[in-house]
């Protein structure tokens, strides 16, 4: 089974050009897909009542966030006006979007690729979209009786997913990290 996944990750783009290539595309769909699907969120929902799509599970609810995940930069409200954090979580999630660009350019192995580019994705998506809607839309609500996941958006489901398959091939498919190699070392120890 190991040998199946890790044949998925053996793409080897060769060139910048290509990465370059294979980067922009998938900016155009993924992004290109979150912006519509918010835009929908924001005509159809906005103003609406939530839809419900699994009763005490899931529904669709329009929010517009003004702040970073999980409202990390909240505290910034008391400090500066709403122009000012406006502007400072735009250049936070420009520059961290464009760092993880760069570096996808750069990165050396080919498994580490596809993560990257699906986190630039997400990124871009509510980068552009805090441009467009002065916040990120959020429509995807998660709830079981009182407990309640924050809303989320498309663009974040990227990111997220992003981020677990890079920790996922950090720590099973390089050969620091791999069960082999531990069972390995194991064995040398005894």
Same mark, same amino acid.
């Given at each position: 089974?190991?040998?199946?996944?890790?044949?998925?990750?053996?793409?080897?783009?060769?060139?910048?050009?290509?990465?370059?290539?294979?980067?922009?595309?998938?900016?155009?769909?993924?992004?290109?897909?979150?912006?519509?699907?918010?835009?929908?969120?924001?005509?159809?929902?906005?103003?609406?009542?939530?839809?419900?799509?699994?009763?005490?599970?899931?529904?669709?609810?329009?929010?517009?966030?003004?702040?970073?995940?999980?409202?990390?930069? $909240? %505290? @910034? +409200?008391? *400090?500066?006006?709403?122009?000012?954090?406006?502007? =400072? /979580?735009?250049?936070?999630?420009?520059?961290?979007?464009?760092?993880?660009?760069?570096?996808?350019?750069?990165?050396?192995?080919?498994?580490?690729?596809?993560?990257?580019?699906?986190?630039?994705?997400?990124?871009?998506? $509510? %980068? @552009? +979209?805090? *441009?467009?809607?002065?916040?990120?839309?959020?429509? =995807? /609500?998660?709830?079981?009786?009182?407990?309640?996941?924050?809303?989320?958006?498309?663009?974040?489901?990227?990111?997220?997913?992003?981020?677990?398959?890079?920790?996922?091939?950090?720590?099973?498919?390089?050969?620091?990290?791999?069960?082999?190699?531990?069972?390995?070392?194991?064995?040398?120890?005894?």
């Amino acid at each position: 089974m190991n040998g199946k996944i890790s044949e998925l990750f053996k793409f080897n783009p060769p060139s910048m050009l290509t990465k370059l290539a294979i980067i922009l595309t998938a900016l155009l769909i993924f992004t290109g897909t979150d912006l519509i699907v918010k835009e929908i969120a924001y005509q159809s929902l906005r103003g609406s009542q939530d839809i419900v799509i699994i009763p005490g599970f899931w529904s669709f609810r329009y929010t517009i966030n003004h702040d970073l995940g999980f409202s990390l930069l $909240n %505290f @910034l +409200d008391d *400090i500066f006006s709403k122009q000012q954090k406006f502007l =400072i /979580l735009l250049a936070i999630q420009g520059l961290a979007t464009s760092a993880v660009l760069v570096f996808s350019l750069f990165v050396k192995k080919p498994k580490h690729f596809l993560p990257l580019v699906l986190i630039t994705c997400g990124g871009m998506g $509510n %980068f @552009l +979209d805090r *441009i467009i809607h002065g916040g990120v839309v959020d429509y =995807i /609500l998660w709830y079981y009786g009182d407990f309640s996941w924050p809303i989320f958006n498309l663009a974040d489901v990227y990111g997220v997913v992003g981020i677990i398959l890079f920790i996922v091939i950090l720590y099973f498919f390089t050969k620091e990290h791999s069960l082999k190699a531990l069972v390995k070392a194991k064995k040398e120890e005894s």
